[in-house]
């Protein structure tokens, strides 16, 4: 067979690296299936087949298990069930259908999730489904963008490695902002390619596009790729400088015009009758874009978190800084299995196509896929605020193109020995940090770390002399290589789809894969969530339970809960098991200094971190009194933080209010505003406890106070309410 890369370079003028596009097959004579499954008429007859069955397989295996993980993040899938009963919660993001207050992010990533939910039904498959059909698209995305200049085996390898990502197999099947950021990149990515490819104006329109709609997913973090995407169009555009230069303002344009609606309108919409804005201080979103959820992640100056970590090679309670942060024991076993390979890979595209024309697609596609993951891992590396690892699956479309793209170049000139042995090198990394990595849960799998380790050395053997043997036998090494590449990433990846998620912060792999150590403290805990203890700690121990049961103590900050707002000892509010928690495994948490985290890991509806991080468990009894008389009040219930108002309405099906936003630091609703809505019939319920310590500072602490001292107690089981129909006797 012919590949790309066998094509004479004077064909078009360019270097044999370089070869012209192969237009997508336009046969209108076949029918439509039949063209689906043939695919471009030059392929391989095996092509379309396989990467259908790539995409399949995908599905397949992300939708199993799925329910395991119930509402997965509940602080979202309240805000979904709120934004299906009302659309004004749609389109603000609102956590509830009352309006009170938002989410700390746009709203654009719910809406394919609240969509669903209204068409069937608040479950845990109508919420997380829409994120699996997006792993599907970003699959094809990638696929796509690495077969339009090389061969189709080299398309196929990009996308499983994508598909085998352990974070991408995590957020993929989970409710937070990142599936869709993620797929809306790798789009951003493939638009700039088509453009360098033919100079035509609309795929830099749609890049622009595509990233403004991203911002309204995870605001500046689509930013991020802008600055590589931009050069490389600048510099490798097949048009005039000039032309060049005027279609970069009209992407521009569209990124404006495709973010900036929905932020035009929030901002202009009178305060008065709109939520307030979740993560802001002074109810704006512009002041969330830029301090809380942007320059405050770069810096670690976040008003209203729980704190920023260290600067560049420090450590701070999101764990250390510095170029090594995407291969520690933190976040390693997430994302970094083919990181050293993909780097040697993207070295050697760039070597080979350093003679190439100004204009070379295939030179662009190494600067746009290789820029794309540099600038992103640098940025990751480097910031000292709030960093969670299930953020790194950001890099996971970049890793995978470069890998698909430099094997298959490598695999073509093969034959000369430079590229033989680079294509050695790239096995021989990622199977000796695939044997690191593995060897970190030493207990897991614990063959399987020979088997990559060996496998892979032997594969690069091959590999040195694959220009000098035969095909089958080259062909052979390769297969090895491969299998022994994937073979660390795949077993994590299962581990993950078959295992429940919850909470506020999932992590990938089995458990003890993550651990994360946060101001110099020693590792501890083991599973998915949080790991170890902040700011030198001890670290939080956890064991996997029957039926998702947590077992093990963390850390909280300042000693006996001093640290967070409020201090003190974490209130208590019964089992904190949190939705979707009964058939999988939850994990202990560490937080800042000192203290000891309630039973579980966590603090449930009781506050403390973990009723920040994670939801309550709402008794039947609960559920019942919250729901005698519901409709007569616009919020049966209001509640210290989001996560542990979120667990009630989804509970109860009805509004409740988050006072204090999602840490319980949001300035909203003010002391007069709460005794309004009381005053007015508008909240029945006020639950004990929740946020940070229960007691957090500002009007969070005076609604707590004011509440304590002026209405009468009821509890239920172990959870305590305040009847705010009913004075307090005395």
């Known amino acids: 067979m012919t590949t790309h890369y066998d094509q004479p370079a004077q064909q078009t003028g360019a270097t044999a690296w370089d070869p012209p596009p192969t237009a997508p097959p336009h046969t209108p004579d076949q029918p439509f299936v039949r063209r689906l499954w043939r695919g471009r008429p030059e392929d391989p007859r095996w092509a379309r087949p396989a990467f259908l069955g790539l995409l399949a397989l995908t599905l397949v295996t992300y939708l199993y298990n799925l329910s395991a993980s119930g509402y997965a993040n509940s602080f979202y899938s309240a805000a979904v069930q709120a934004g299906s009963k009302s659309w004004k919660a749609f389109f603000f993001g609102s956590l509830d259908a009352g309006n009170a207050i938002t989410v700390d992010k746009p709203s654009a990533f719910m809406w394919p999730m609240e969509l669903s939910v209204r068409i069937f039904g608040l479950n845990s498959w109508a919420i997380l489904t829409p994120e699996v059909l997006m792993a599907v698209g970003t699959v094809a995305v990638v696929y796509a963008g690495v077969r339009r200049r090389f061969s189709p085996a080299a398309g196929l390898i990009a996308g499983a490695v994508l598909a085998l990502t352990p974070v991408a197999a995590l957020m993929f099947r989970f409710n937070n902002p990142d599936a869709l950021l993620a797929l809306l990149m790798a789009l951003a990515c493939y638009f700039v390619v088509r453009a360098v490819e033919d100079g035509r104006t609309k795929w830099l329109v749609w890049a622009g596009a595509a990233i403004g709609f991203a911002f309204l997913a995870k605001t500046l973090q689509a930013f991020l790729i802008l600055p590589p995407l931009a050069i490389v169009y600048a510099v490798c555009g097949p048009v005039r400088l000039r032309k060049r230069l005027v279609q970069l303002g009209l992407a521009t344009v569209a990124l404006v015009v495709a973010g900036g609606w929905w932020v035009a309108i929030v901002e202009l919409w009178p305060a008065s009758s709109r939520p307030y804005i979740g993560g802001s201080q002074n109810n704006s979103f512009l002041e969330l874009t830029f301090g809380y959820n942007g320059l405050g992640r770069i810096n670690g100056d976040e008003t209203g978190s729980v704190g920023g970590g260290g600067g560049a090679g420090g450590s701070g309670r999101w764990g250390a800084t510095g170029w090594d942060r995407m291969f520690n024991s933190e976040i390693g076993s997430q994302i970094s299995w083919l990181l050293p390979a993909a780097l040697i890979l993207l070295v050697a595209g760039l070597w ?43 890099l996971a479309p970049y890793i995978a193109a470069v890998t698909g793209m430099g094997a298959g170049l490598l695999w073509e000139k093969r034959k000369e020995t430079w590229a033989s042995i680079t294509l050695a090198a790239a096995v021989v990394a990622a199977a000796v940090w695939g044997y690191v990595l593995l060897n970190r849960t030493s207990s897991y799998l614990p063959w399987l770390k020979w088997l990559v380790l060996i496998g ?13 043997i035969s095909r089958q036998l080259a062909l052979g090494a390769a297969a090895v290589g491969l299998l022994a590449a ?8 299962l581990s993950t789809v078959n295992s429940a998620h919850t909470g506020s912060i999932p992590t990938a792999g089995p458990a003890g894969a993550s651990m994360m ?18 700011g030198g700690g001890t670290p939080g121990q956890s064991q996997q339970g029957q039926q998702g049961q947590q077992n093990g103590n963390g850390t909280l900050p300042g000693g006996q809960g001093q ?14 098991q949190g939705q979707g928690q009964s058939q999988g495994q939850q994990n202990g948490n560490g937080f800042p200094g000192g203290g000891q985290l309630g039973e579980g890991g966590r603090m449930g509806g009781g506050g403390g971190a973990g009723g ?15 729901e005698k008389d519901a409709g007569s009040y616009t919020w049966v219930a209001a509640s210290i933080g989001s996560q542990n108002a979120a667990s009630y309405q989804l509970a109860t099906g009805d509004p409740v209010m988050a006072i204090g936003g999602f840490n319980g630091t949001d300035p909203s609703p003010t002391l007069a505003q709460f005794k309004k809505y009381v005053a007015d019939g508008k909240i029945h319920y006020f639950i004990a406890g929740g946020g940070m310590g229960g007691s957090s500072s500002g009007t969070s602490s005076q609604i707590t106070s004011w509440v304590e001292s002026n209405f009468k107690k009821v509890t239920v089981g172990s959870a305590t309410f305040y009847d705010l129909t009913q004075k307090a006797s005395g």
């Open 352 to 394: 080979a196509t350093r003679k190439s024309r100004r204009t070379s697609v295939t030179r662009a596609s190494f600067l746009v896929w290789g820029g794309s993951l540099l600038i992103t891992m640098v940025v990751f590396s480097y910031m000292a605020g709030i960093f969670h690892q299930y953020y790194t699956v950001a």
């Open 456 to 468: 892979g050395l032997a594969a690069a053997f091959g590999l040195v002399f694959a220009g000098r």
């Open 486 to 493: 994937l073979a660390g990433p795949t077993a994590y990846t």
């Open 517 to 534: 150590g946060f101001g110099g403290g020693r590792p501890g805990g083991t599973g998915g969530g949080m790991r170890g203890g902040f």
């Open 563 to 576: 640290g967070f707002p409020g201090g003190g000892m974490p209130g208590q509010n019964g089992n904190s």
């Open 612 to 626: 920040l991080l994670n939801g309550a468990n709402v008794s039947s009894a609960a559920k019942k009194l919250l």
